[in-house]
DNA sequence: ACGGATGTTCGCGC
DNA sequence: CGCGCGAACATCCG
């Protein structure tokens, strides 16, 4: 699911599932999700609390609770919040939950085990060095071309590569950083120095429009589990995923090259090389 | 059946 | 130090 406008859809969720509410109770069986920290602590730690405030920074959720008892969390490749009714039945592949006195049940689930769950104290979450070494972020900081530019003159890397990079910028992953590209008419495979202001600025737009659309197709926080979801639901993003597909604006074929071990698509008339 | 997938991290080598 | 590359993680989907 993840990059920034998922994350952010997410934060939104928890916030209004959570805030200001007691956790009764909470499970997580040991999995990876823990690394690195103690999935003990979790289970342990939780019931009693509640939840006081949450921010989202790039692709990271950090959560205070009461108590000075906070999380850091990331939803890695296929990591997802969802609340479900306490009696409802339980997807597979939950790897924590947090069981709430008359608002059912929070739950993540996260079949690849990619994501990540930390218990720390809430007022050390920003001080992490994930946290810390994260560039600005679109939305809480907004992007300002200058800073970018400058960024991006310090590196020969590919200019979709550098973007990706999240201490240049915090949430971009390669949908976004694809469709961002599309936008501003720029060839992921440019050298992130080479881009001139012009360019630079048109980036930052491509990206703030790539993030918007994403977040508009959200939709709602849902209450209940939506299962059956997207299985089958047409890819809804702009040139994500639809190489060999005409490009949306000039019709030219989309092609597909690999940056930093990703697949990106580009559309070869409107970013050239 | 095979290949690829929205992410991060680590080790290796130049 | 910068950077590319492959691997690893575990599961699902077309």
Redesign the pocket.
Known sequence: ???LP?VEFAARCLRRWLKGKRIEAAEAPPT?IFRGSDAGAFERELPGRKLEWLERR???LLLGFSGNLGLLA?????GKWMRIGRTQERP??VRASLLLARDGVVLYRD????GRIAVHRADELFTLP?VRSLGPDPLVDGIDPAALHERLR?????VK?AI?D?AVIAG?????ATDALFHARIHPARP?DTLDRREVEALADGIRRSIEYTLGLQGECEDEIEYVE???AANPFVI??RAGHPCPRCTTRLE?I??????SVFCPHCQPA
């Open positions: 699911m993840p990059e998922e990876r790039g692709k990271y990331h939803l890695g490749m296929t597979s592949h079949p690849r085990l990619f994930e310090r590196t020969r890397r590919a590569v990706m999240q971009i992953g390669n949908i976004q992130a997207e299985s089958g994500y995923g597909k690999d940056l930093g071990g990703r697949t």
